[in-house]
């Protein structure tokens, strides 16, 4: 398998996080070999919503927000849901945790209202990202260049950053973050400088 040896982080609360967000790119990154953990907040189970409404799956975490450490892994994504990425961005475990993955020039990964967090998070500002559309204000008075695309990679701030919209998206979210793993694995794990 292409992603054998690699550990992926996943951000949540225990509530809100959009079902297809979390499960769709976790199945996806386990079928291509990496190891997935999911860091809550508390040690109980993850509430996920469809669509921000109906009841989804439970998903139980691995380890906590607080718990977890950037250097165990080579990735974090954060999933959205707008009940689980309002209360997240708040979280201050959270955001060093995707500042600490940032600093190390790992990849950080986000989709629909999941880019909450990196704006809280100190990473937006000069690079090209996109989201659900009703943050688009918020990222680019952070700095950010928002385009309106499926995904959006940028290489160009000391650490890959992918980002999607919405779960329609999925796909293409989920290859572009296996994409730029086999990439750094077959650099040696060095980072390119250009978008």
């Not at 976790?26 to 919503?49: F, I, K, Q, S």
């Not at 691995?62 to 994504?77: K, Q, S």
């Not at 995904?151 to 572009?176: E, N, Q």
């Amino acid at each position: 398998m292409t992603l054998d040896g690699t550990n992926i982080l996943f951000l949540t609360t225990n509530y809100g996080t959009e079902q297809d967000e979390l499960r769709g790119p976790m199945a996806h990154l386990r079928e291509a070999g990496a190891r997935v953990t999911v860091a809550a907040r508390r040690h109980e189970p993850v509430l996920t919503l469809i669509s921000d409404r109906r009841p989804g799956a439970v998903v139980e975490p691995d380890t906590t927000l607080a718990e977890a450490e950037a250097e165990d892994y080579d990735a974090v994504v954060v999933p959205g849901g707008t009940v689980n990425a309002d209360r997240l961005r708040t979280e201050v475990t959270a955001q060093r945790l995707v500042s600490a993955f940032a600093d190390a020039g790992k990849l950080v990964a986000s989709i629909c209202h999941g880019p909450w967090l990196l704006l809280e998070s100190g990473v937006v500002g000069g690079r090209d990202l996109t989201s659900y559309p009703s943050l688009r204000t918020d990222l680019e008075n952070a700095g950010a260049s928002w385009h309106d695309r499926q995904v959006v990679v940028d290489r160009s701030g000391g650490h890959p950053l992918i980002t999607s919209r919405r779960p329609a998206d999925l796909d293409a979210f989920s290859a572009a973050i296996v994409d730029a793993l086999e990439e750094s694995r077959h650099a040696g794990g060095r980072r390119t400088a250009t978008r």
